[in-house]
């Protein structure tokens, strides 16, 4: 496990894998380091990519909305990708871009030691949680992974396609602002 500054430097020069070959910028991570709530998303859209920060287009902006629904912000949690560089027109990452990029995750989790860590959407809960994971069946259900209390949500860009999915999300938020409390964090 290294730590903050060389992971982070590492990741900035990465060319495991051919997402960095059209990339604007690597989308690390960003938040509070010394939470312990870890969201994790598939990987950066075109927004992302453009400006090196996660979830900052229109489902960043949800997920801003989400969290202030749980009395909660970005200074309150740390948000991470399975991948760190955007795949083309935004097709979900490749198994093999994840296998290539899981590892600077993997460290992040190390160095972070959450005690939640919540999947937006279906590809970081099947990585993340198990590979069978059925987003519209398990979201909301909470599994004890690796010593953290692990749940998925709906990833924000599928609620901004389908906003029938919102009453189900705003419920699995209310679940995590209840675990959130029962761990004190």
Known sequence: ?????????SCLHCDRCHLCGTRHNVVFGVGNRESKLL???EGPGEQEDLQGIPFVGPAGKLLDDMLSII????????????VKCRPPRNRDPQPQEQDACIGYLENQIA???PKILVCLGRIAAQ?????N????????????RRGMLCTALYHPSALLRDPGKRPETFDDLLSLREK????NI
Not at 127 to 131: A, V
């Open 71 to 82: 009395d909660l912000d970005r200074d309150h949690c740390y948000i991470a990708n399975i």
């Open 111 to 113: 160095l972070l030691q």
């Open 1 to 9: 496990m290294e730590n903050w500054e060389a992971l982070e430097e």
């Open 127 to 131: 990585r993340l949680i198990d590979p």
């Open 133 to 144: 994971f059925r987003i519209t069946y398990d979201h909301g259900t909470w599994v004890q």
């Open 180 to 183: 959130l409390r029962e761990l």
């Open 39 to 41: 969201f994790v998303g």
